[in-house]
């Protein structure tokens, strides 16, 4: 599955982004999808997940509130609308996708994805 993620930029501190990944095949209504954002010299870390069919919706703590994950099947489209931007928030940012069953307690690792868009830099200027 190819992944094409954009809508990354420069937005300075409270504005907001919405994030795009475009999925080439008709995969978004089935798949477990996330997103993951990176910053140089540390591990990716998991953003937020929904699980096919929203049965489950995962975000990480400090984003709760501000980020919404969400998908256009029809468009075979996910994305990321991040408001209330922080400069903490600053991150190249990946989408990814699984066909795994996740759960609670996986959901959330990097390594139950196994496919991956090539990323968007997000900078939030204070």
């Known amino acids: 599955v190819q992944l094409q993620a954009s809508g990354g930029g420069l937005v300075q501190t409270g504005g907001s982004l919405r994030l795009s990944c475009a999925a080439a095949e008709r995969t978004t209504s089935t798949y477990t999808i996330a997103w993951f954002r990176q910053t140089p010299g540390k591990d990716r870390s998991f953003v937020a997940a929904?699980?096919?069919?929203?049965?489950?919706?995962v975000y990480t703590d400090s984003v709760k509130g501000r980020f919404t994950i969400s998908r256009d099947n029809a468009k075979n489209t996910v994305y990321l609308q991040m408001n209330s931007l922080k400069p903490e928030d600053t991150a190249v940012y990946f989408c990814a996708m699984t066909s795994r069953g996740l759960i609670l307690t996986t959901i959330r690792r990097r390594t139950e994805y196994n496919y991956w868009g090539q990323g968007t830099q997000v900078t939030v200027s204070s």
């Open positions: 929904t699980r096919s069919g929203g049965s489950l919706t």
